[in-house]
């Protein structure tokens, strides 16, 4: 698919129109769904590969946040050949009791996956949680940037930001 493809059946299977309210606490006339675009495989696929394009040289290793974005860092994984790390948005209570999920060592070079991207305030917290065990957010790529301050927000709290798709990409 080209870019243009990609672009339009995302719209066409996530773009929900009504009042929401974000994780930001905005409020909104439209949704974009991540959930039903990224569990349709053929937009999976192709997403994983723009991913994979997008990693700098240096990175060891992807990482994607609970929930929306394990999917896609699992298929940008595929893609790319790079293991990667799960972020929970907080340590579980049992088991091993972690918030990271797989192998995450200091000195690693990491690009950051996400979902939407709003105001950058989910991605923002990972990469705090990535960077305390010692490794590097080398970048962050976005699926949407929805173009409402995750931008300047994410750079200006000092990490390259690069979204596939806005939401003028997407006909909004």
Not at 44 to 63: C, D, I, S, T, Y
Not at 84 to 107: D, H, M, P
Not at 141 to 149: L, Y
């Amino acid at each position: 698919m080209t870019r243009d493809e990609i672009a339009r059946r995302i719209a066409e299977v996530s773009l929900l129109r009504g009042e929401f309210t974000l994780r930001s606490g905005k409020t909104s006339h439209y949704y974009l769904d991540k959930y039903l675009f990224s569990t349709q495989p053929d937009i999976l696929a192709e997403l994983g590969k723009m991913f994979a394009q997008r990693v700098p040289e240096g990175v060891n290793r992807l990482a994607g946040t609970e929930l929306g974005g394990i999917p896609l860092v699992a298929a940008a994984s595929m893609a790319s050949g790079l293991p990667s790390v799960l972020i929970r948005n907080q340590k579980k209570g049992y088991g091993t009791a972690k918030q990271l999920e797989g192998k995450l060592e200091a000195g690693d070079r990491i690009m950051l996956v996400e979902d939407v991207c709003t105001t950058g305030g989910q991605i923002l917290e990972a990469a705090k949680v990535i960077e305390e065990v010692g490794a590097k957010v080398v970048k962050i790529v976005g699926t949407i940037d929805r173009e409402e301050g995750a931008r300047e927000n994410i750079e200006a709290a000092g990490y390259p930001f690069e979204a596939l798709f806005t939401k003028t990409d997407l006909g909004v």
